[in-house]
């Protein structure tokens, strides 16, 4: 039996690698993306379909012609500024959207749900190690709108039985090791791609946002994790579903922190040249540290991080980013 799941934001970064973990555990991944920020040429594991979540018409035909066993839905906007500046923006397309997706998977009868929730739900945590359990006290609306979706998929588990896989992903970085795909952000806002593309001279020098915060080198840390370690929990997320027919919530996060500094010293050491850098303001918003546990998602999911290891995550996103051009 040939088991089609839909992807919604399947053109997009963590979408596409998750197509390709699915495509290599003999699942059909139907990728459905409006290619407003997505990429066309991303899309290189089962079909695409062009088009919106909010098109319910749309979705009911996708429903009944693929039969999905399950929901993996990454579409969503991901830019914490602009969604400051524009909420509707983000509240239309990550709240409404995915009111309208869940409402296609109860008339197509389809019950499993994977959702891209993210550590901006917690907000600015003070704890030294960031678990599931930590309050949830997003301050913008795109980590709002990210929370409201976590609380509707709970009342649609208790009303509808539509069971779900809440994963908040920490710092996704890196790259598709055999370099097919990788990250292309329009704008780009990024650590990681920033630092190297400064280094390669595409860009300008890079701007540390903030020196003077109290960690041991006063740039801000974060976990930084690579894509396809996140393409992986995608994936185990999907089977602990169906097999235990049980909802789940996981950080996906290393457990260790790295510092701006460190992620540019990184950098520089594997671009063997300087990453030319500017030293501004802290950026609003941004607390000093954030670092999750990662007890539960190794506990429940059995996954363990293969390439998260930031001189692995930047060696990949290098190798990507140097053929991008
Ligand atoms: N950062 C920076 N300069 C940049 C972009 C990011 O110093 O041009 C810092 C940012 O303040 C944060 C870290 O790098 O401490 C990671 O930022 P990113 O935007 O990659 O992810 P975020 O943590 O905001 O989701």
């Known amino acids: 039996v040939v088991e089609n799941v839909l992807v919604t934001g399947g053109a997009g970064y963590i979408g596409s690698h998750t197509c390709k973990e699915l495509a290599s555990n003999g699942l059909v991944p139907v990728s459905l993306d409006n290619l407003v920020y997505g990429h066309r040429e991303f899309v290189q594991w089962g079909p695409f379909v062009q088009g919106d979540i909010a098109d319910g018409r749309l979705l009911d035909a996708l429903f009944a012609e693929h039969r999905f066993a399950a929901v993996i839905h990454f579409a969503a906007f991901a830019y ?50 960031i678990g599931e359990e930590t309050r949830q006290e997003p301050i913008n609306p795109y980590g709002r709108g990210k929370l409201m979706v976590e609380t509707i998929l709970r009342d649609y588990q208790a009303a509808y039985g539509i069971r779900h896989g809440i994963l908040r992903y920490f710092n996704a970085a890196g790259a598709d090791p055999d370099g097919a795909i990788g990250e292309r952000h329009d704008p780009e806002t990024h650590l990681v791609p920033l630092a190297i593309r400064a280094a390669l001279g595409q860009a300008g020098p890079l701007t540390i946002f903030g020196s003077d915060y109290p960690t041991p080198d006063g740039t801000a840390i974060r976990d930084y994790i690579h894509v396809t370690d996140l393409a992986d929990a995608h994936v185990r997320a999907l089977t602990h579903l169906r097999r235990e027919r049980a909802s789940v919530v996981c950080n996906l996060g290393t457990g260790r922190g790295s510092s701006v500094q460190e992620v540019i010293e990184t950098v520089a050491a594997i671009a063997g040249r300087e990453v030319p850098v500017l030293r501004g303001a802290r950026r609003p918003g941004d607390p000093p540290r954030l670092v999750s546990a ?22 990949d996103a290098w190798n990507w980013h140097s053929r991008e051009g």
């Open 80 to 129: 914490v500024g602009e969604s400051v500046q524009d909420p509707g923006k983000y509240y239309r397309n990550n709240v409404a959207g995915t009111i309208s997706l869940l409402e296609a998977m109860r008339r197509g009868g389809c019950s499993d749900i994977i959702f891209s929730s993210t550590c901006a739900t917690y907000g600015m945590p003070d704890a030294d190690l």
């Open 294 to 315: 990662n007890g539960r998602a190794r506990e429940v999911l059995g996954w363990v991080p293969q390439r998260s290891a930031i001189a692995t995550i930047v060696a």
